[in-house]
């Protein structure tokens, strides 16, 4: 079932007032790196969690060397997460579009 103009401004409405800041979420990759809060920001929290627990566990057997291979890995997560987090909002967006289209079309 379609949804008329007033519905559909009002689904688009709700997802522009939902959407997540890509200003706020460059913020947090860059001023807090490594430790997944961008992750987090993004509602990604599975993946933020282990993108914590890697730094952690990196953090603590550095002292051994052994510390370094998995703050290597955080570190080159943390890089390519530069480059995913506008296709995550933009996902987020269309789930929203998704969830919000098929509420309205009941």
């Not at 987090?85 to 967006?93: H, L, V, Y």
């Amino acid at each position: 079932m379609s949804l008329n103009d007033t519905q559909t401004l009002y689904v688009e409405q709700r997802i522009a007032n939902e959407k997540k800041s890509a200003l706020i979420a460059y913020l947090l990759w860059f001023f807090l790196p490594m430790l997944g809060v961008h992750r987090f920001y993004l509602d990604r929290w599975l993946s933020g969690l282990v993108m914590l627990a890697l730094f952690g566990i990196g953090t603590a057997l550095a002292v051994i060397l052994i510390g370094y291979i998995p703050l290597a890995v955080v570190g080159l997560w943390w890089l390519i997460d530069a480059l995913l987090i506008p296709g995550m909002i933009r996902a987020d967006m269309d789930d929203a579009r998704r969830r919000y289209s098929s509420a309205m079309g009941r």
